[in-house]
């Protein structure tokens, strides 16, 4: 984690697992089924209008209004998907890996990103945006990073919780994945703990292949 982060997010942490030998594939009906009565249960249960009062979402627009930039104009990626979803549209089906990662990023009302590793050059780092930063984003526009946390590589930025680029984005071809949960400040040591058991177990019962590495980052560690 670098220090233009800490500063500003002092509490934040990361939680990163890698995989090995995955196979990426549509996803399995067990899994459509699951998302679905979930995505049914949250609408019962959740209003549109109430959405940023739902914890973890309200968290991550204060830490993104800490990193000097306006949630409502650049809203953590967890909110999107669920103002989406209590919109009535579908949930998004793309492929088995970014499905499992959209689940839990839905479940649990946090930002999470899924990753190509082999399109990631050298180290990766969690830093503040600068002006210099920007990417195609998923969503196919063009996305200015500056005061925004991100993920960058040697070849520069290409995560974030906000909106990922293509640059790393997981296809039926992506074999060996890099996987991020973005925790706010609100989950202690337990929970986070739990949170990234769960997720390195359900994708790769879905996806197969190795988990190879499963821990914690956080800004105290650097």
């Known amino acids: 984690m670098d220090s233009s982060i800490t500063k500003r997010l002092p509490n934040i942490s990361l939680g990163v697992l890698q995989y090995r030998d995955v196979t990426v594939s549509d996803s399995p009906k067990m899994l459509q089924g699951r998302i679905n009565l979930f995505v049914e249960n949250l609408r019962l249960e959740n209003e549109l209008a109430r959405l ?17 930039t306006d949630p409502s104009r650049y809203r ?38 899924i990753y190509d590793a082999a399109q990631i050059e050298g180290d990766v780092s969690f830093r503040l945006g600068t002006a210099d930063d920007r990417y195609e984003g998923l969503n196919g526009r063009e996305v200015s ?20 680029s293509k640059r790393t984005c997981v296809t039926e071809q992506s074999r060996d994945l890099l ?15 739990e949170i990234l058991g769960s997720v390195g177990r359900m994708f790769t019962e879905i996806n197969g292949g190795e988990l190879v590495h499963s821990g914690i980052v956080s800004a105290q560690e650097g």
Do not use: Y
């Not at 979803?85 to 946090?110: K, R």
């Open 76 to 113: 953590p990626s967890a909110e999107a998907l669920l103002r989406r979803l209590l919109q009535g549209n579908p949930f998004f089906w793309v492929n088995s890996a970014v499905d499992v990662n959209n689940f839990f990023s839905v479940l649990h009302a946090l930002p999470l990103g």
């Open 145 to 164: 990073m500056e005061n925004k946390p991100l993920l960058a590589d040697g070849l520069g930025a290409f995560g974030s919780p906000i909106v990922d």
């Open 52 to 68: 940023t009062e739902i914890p973890g979402i309200r968290e991550w627009r204060a830490c993104l209004k800490q990193a000097g």
């Open 179 to 193: 996987h991020v949960i973005f925790f706010h400040d609100q989950f202690d040591s337990a929970k986070q703990d």
